[in-house]
């Protein structure tokens, strides 16, 4: 979430003060007799104006790549995420 509003700010789009926010879902497997983390969705939901979505698509596209969080968990974790703008 850091790295999306991150961008986002560079980008002039404010997404401080709670206007991003993000509701992480992880799945578990039990893989001999142990729990393990296999997959994790990130919900992030935006305030911002819809006029400024071209630029929040474009940035949306690329974060991930940059986030070091999932540059480092990719190899062992399937990561997914989305946004919603309101």
């Known amino acids: 979430m850091g790295t999306f509003g991150g961008a ?12 991003l926010v993000a509701e992480v879902r ?4 039990t893989e001999e ?3 393990v ?3 994790v969705h990130v919900k992030m939901v935006l ?4 006029e400024s979505r071209d630029v929040i698509d474009r940035v949306f596209g690329m974060y991930s ?7 480092t968990l ?9 946004y919603e703008l309101v």
């Not at 986002?8 to 206007?19: H, P, W, Y």
């Open 47 to 50: 305030q911002a104006s819809q």
């Open 74 to 82: 990719k190899p062992a974790i399937a990561i997914t995420s989305s």
């Open 26 to 29: 992880g799945e578990v497997e």
């Open 8 to 19: 986002l700010e560079a980008r002039k789009i404010n997404a401080s003060d709670g206007r």
């Open 37 to 39: 983390i296999r997959r």
């Open 65 to 71: 790549d940059r986030c070091p969080l999932y540059r």
């Open 33 to 35: 007799g142990v729990l």
